[in-house]
């Protein structure tokens, strides 16, 4: 999004919210087909719900949602007041006897970081040229700098290092252009991991306190700090148009070039983050004592690198669309009738800091708001609302992860038959993504847990181009759908959900489930 940005104070983002949680839900469109034996407000799941609340969620004013943040804090109250209107019970008991909350809170360690951690500026004997902050970040191998007068050289990143580097060994910034990492093909990663691993070796070896490293691509989607290389010496990436032909224009001057250079390293202070829970009691007194949580992790990864002008990464599909489908099913479920009421409790769990290393659903596991011994599941909601797949469309289709890992998928692929989607046994990411999202908490602890998506991978991943008018909001309630269907029959089975002993990628968590059971 490329027009200016005019953020509201936290205030007014509220009213926003609140304005959003009381107004009644659209109507479902009656030209989308859905199953005729499926509750009514199930079928009420429908598309201008679900863009509605990705509008909010997904809009620039929460500036891309990152852990911790403002805009984190004001999607945290959104969420709460949606569990709210829709009747759901806070599942955070009160201290003292204080009013039961929604919001399981804690405290983490957080580096917050600054346009100002960085400054340079390359001196010639006629002119200079300064890089800000904003151009700047982290590739690789970051300490603390504060430099001036180093002589800097420019140094192809494509020629033999032992050649560019040959006789020298006093201290030197080098200049050098650099591909974005993010961008280099799968079959060509080990390559590329190499050759930066001999240039950043050799330059070191040569004496460089620092390597400038522009983009050969002015606009690159990932934020640099993601690209998990590592180095002996620090290595900057600058980005921008503006900057990527400074090397190579320096070198053909053929003067002396001295660089400045400070960066601070970004230092850890306490922030507050906080999951939203809240509790479907069960309906069934033989079962109501056991529970299945949903999640969805409510974060993204806030700011980065401007493309177009737009610096938000705003996280519509990862995971906005999650997190919507999270309220709608919750509200969908919490306002069936009683005779139609889950026979299990289903809690539904909002979670923050995926992005950071599924640190809400880690914080979960350590500190359960149920048992965990009588936690039967857990279903996990992420990249449900793109359906440009990166392999090609995926519509009316659901992909869960760890599909033949245990007998939790089983119901909705039950579902999947009511309401015409497919529950896909995708043959290599089912098993390699299985790992990568907030179920692998749950999992690691003994519960049976998997994470269902529409998209594995799809164009604007982790990128500033992610908005919420790219999501197929039809899809995306008929996935609604089938999940909610299928969560009514997990929650209704009178046998819990099982591990599947015998598929050789379970083992560790058959060994987790026993020692939560307490079974040799």
């Known amino acids: ?50 863009r509605g ?32 209107r829709a009747g759901l019970e806070p599942l955070v008991a009160g201290d003292g006897g204080a009013t039961a909350s929604y919001f399981q809170e804690t405290t983490i360690n957080a580096p917050m970081r600054s346009p100002d951690d960085f400054w340079a500026r390359v001196r010639v004997a006629d002119g200079e040229w300064v890089l800000p902050g904003a151009a700047a970040s982290v590739l690789s191998g970051p300490m603390a700098l504060n430099v001036r007068d180093v002589p800097t050289i420019h140094a192809p990143f494509d020629a033999d290092p032992a050649t560019t580097f040959a006789e020298k060994n006093s201290p030197l910034v080098v200049l050098t252009n650099i591909p974005d990492p993010t961008t280099i093909p799968a079959d060509e990663a080990g390559a590329f991991r190499e050759r930066y691993q001999q240039f950043t070796t050799a330059a070191k070896e040569a004496g460089a306190v620092a390597i400038l490293a522009f983009d050969t691509q002015p606009d690159s989607r990932e934020p640099a700090r993601r690209s998990g290389l590592t180095s002996q010496v620090p290595v900057f990436r600058i980005a921008g ?112 800091g995926e992005e950071k290393g599924m640190l809400g659903s880690r914080f979960y596991v350590q500190n359960p708001l149920v048992p965990l011994e009588k ?114 029959e997990l929650a209704n089975a009178s046998e819990p959900p099982r591990w599947n002993e015998a598929h050789r990628a379970t083992g560790r968590y058959v060994q987790a489930w026993k020692k939560l059971h307490g079974v040799e």
């Open 241 to 352: 148009q503006r900057y990527m032909n400074i090397p190579a224009g320096m070198a053909a001057r053929n003067e002396p070039m001295l660089t400045d250079l400070r960066y601070d390293i970004p230092q850890p202070r306490p922030a507050g983050v906080r999951n939203v829970a809240a509790i479907l009691r069960g309906g069934d007194p033989a079962l109501a004592d056991s529970y299945i949580i949903v999640s969805a992790h409510y974060d993204h990864i806030g700011r980065g690198r401007a493309v177009e002008g737009d610096d938000i990464y705003n996280g519509a599909n990862d995971d906005g669309s999650g997190t919507v489908a999270l309220i709608e099913i919750a509200h969908a479920l919490a306002t069936l009738p009683d005779e139609r009421r889950p026979g299990r409790s289903i809690i539904f769990l909002a979670l923050f």
């Open 375 to 488: 936690t039967v599941a857990n279903i996990n909601l992420e990249h449900l609302g793109r359906t440009d797949d990166s392999e090609g469309e995926s519509v009316r289709r659901l992909v869960p992860t760890g599909y033949d890992f245990s007998t939790a998928i089983e119901p909705f692929i039950r579902a999947g038959e009511r309401t015409g989607v497919t529950i896909f046994h995708h043959p290599r990411n089912s098993a390699s993504f299985f790992g990568r999202s907030d179920n692998i908490a749950f999992a690691s602890a003994g519960v049976p847990a998997h994470t269902f998506c529409t998209a594995f991978i799809f164009p604007d991943y982790h990128g500033a181009g992610d908005h919420w008018d790219k999501v197929d909001y039809d899809n995306l309630a008929a996935v609604c759908r089938t999940l909610a269907v299928g969560l009514v």
């Open 53 to 84: 609340h990705l509008s909010f969620i997904a809009s620039d004013l929460l500036e891309g949602r990152d852990t911790p943040s403002r805009g984190l804090d004001i999607a945290a109250e959104y969420i709460a007041a949606q569990f709210r």
């Open 1 to 50: 999004m490329t027009t200016p940005r005019t953020i509201v104070g936290l205030s007014a983002a509220l009213l926003l919210a609140l304005l959003a949680a009381m107004a009644p839900a659209p109507a479902a469109p009656r030209s989308h087909a859905v199953a005729a034996d499926l509750p009514a407000s199930v079928e009420a799941i429908s598309p201008n719900s679900l």
